[in-house]
Structures are given as C-alpha cells and as structure tokens.
C-alpha cells in the first residue's frame, strides 16, 4: 500500500463537530476499502485567499493515509460528490513526517507566546 497525505476544505456554515464528523466519515471510507486512516488533524476554520462558491472561511481537515490506490480514489470521488466539501488536495508521499503537522506546530506557538504576554 502507499502513503498519502489529503488536506480538504468543508464549507463555513458547519459546525466544528460536523466538519471533523466527515473526518471520521471519509476515515471510515477508506478503512472499508481496505486502507488504513494513521493520523487525522482538523485545523479549524480559517479565512482563504478567495472565494470558493461564495465562501470566504472553511473548515480545513487533514489526513495522513496508508491505503491502495482504489481505496483513494473511491473516497476522492465521494467527496467530489459531498456538498459540504469544496476543495479536496491529494498526494502521495514516500513516508509521513512524525508529530503534528507545520499548521498545529504554528498554532501552538502563537498560542505559547499569547499566553506568554497575558503573564
């Protein structure tokens, strides 16, 4: 099986549950099809550069696979056809880093040096 990393943008309107809701949902996809969900992450809502289908923020989730190509696309084709997913980015990649991603690392150490500063 190969290594794939998936970064997604769900709409603004959703909730933070129902955004990682389809974590666990395109997680599931993939674990049915014979692939392996490693590491999950939802980022949060986050303002994009330009609009997307009238949307200014969306929910970004990120997921580090282990799975085989049709597993992959299988689930690539359900979220093209969800309408709460506007964006979908795939690749595959030799090995997953270890430990969080840059985003979570950047956001715990802004949040370190508010926390910092409120002292």
């Known amino acids: ?10 709409r603004q309107d959703l909730s933070n549950a129902q955004a990682e809701g389809l974590i666990e949902h395109f997680g599931a996809v993939l ?6 969900l490693v590491e999950s992450e939802y980022w949060g809502l986050k303002t ?14 990120f997921l580090k696979t ?3 190509s049709t597993a992959v696309k299988e689930m690539e084709r359900l979220m093209s056809l969800h309408d709460d997913v506007m ?4 690749i595959r990649v030799d090995e997953h880093e270890e430990g969080p991603s840059v985003v979570v690392q950047a956001k ?4 370190e040096k508010r926390r910092d500063r409120e002292r």
């Not at 964006?87 to 795939?90: A, Q, S």
């Open 1 to 10: 099986m190969a290594l794939y990393e998936h970064t997604f943008i769900a």
């Open 31 to 36: 674990t049915d099809n014979g692939g392996k």
């Open 48 to 61: 994009m550069a330009y609009k997307i289908n009238k949307n200014r923020k969306g929910h970004y989730a």
């Open 66 to 68: 282990d799975a085989p």
């Open 87 to 90: 964006r979908v980015l795939t």
């Open 108 to 111: 715990s150490a802004r949040d």
